[in-house]
């Protein structure tokens, strides 16, 4: 087994960055090569480059809190769990979670399963807002979305996942909403007991 260095409890690490800009193709080179050969041919499939400037991004956070709580170089090999959830070759005990929107990404690692959502706040047909979370505030509509998405994220299988709004909670289930960027609105699923750790957040300018 293996543990993060310097690290006497496992809390929920977590990490974001603002993209202001878009990417330079230096920076794309770069990130790209971050990434593990099943992700790149992934991007590969993009129609315009631009569609890739968030998922490399939110490799390169995936990358720099592997770093920094393993001392990790390279990203292991993938292998896809039961409903396509990514986790990693041979380290069962390093879990992790990525979520990417518009001009945003956010990166959850921990030991245990977690699973994160991040949502830009925009704008939203009133009749939308009713059907899905019965209210017509944007900000109430997303945080319901990013509390849906990141349940269906920690078991894998996205919004085909029970609704927190309309089913029980699950046993042990907790949802941690948590700051970012203004604008923004993120949550975090986790069947553990364990806190989650201030966002680490970084700006591309």
Known sequence: MISPKGDGG????LYAIRLDRPLTEEEVQTLTR??????RERLA???REELCYEPLCAYAALYHGLRKLYGWKSLPRFRYAEYGKPEFDGYPEVQFNISHTRGAVLVGIHDKPIGVDIECIRPMSERMMQRIAGTSSPGEFFENWVRRESRGKWGGSGLAAMQPERSPALAGERFCFV????GYVACVCTHSQD???????????
Do not use: A, S
Request: net charge positive; aromatic share 8%; hydrophobic share 30%.
């Open 45 to 47: 499939r993009l129609p």
């Open 179 to 182: 700051d970012t960027f203004p």
């Open 10 to 13: 496992m809390k929920i690490h």
């Open 195 to 205: 806190e989650c750790g201030p966002v680490e957040c970084f700006t591309l300018k």
């Open 34 to 39: 971050l990434m593990p050969p099943q992700r």
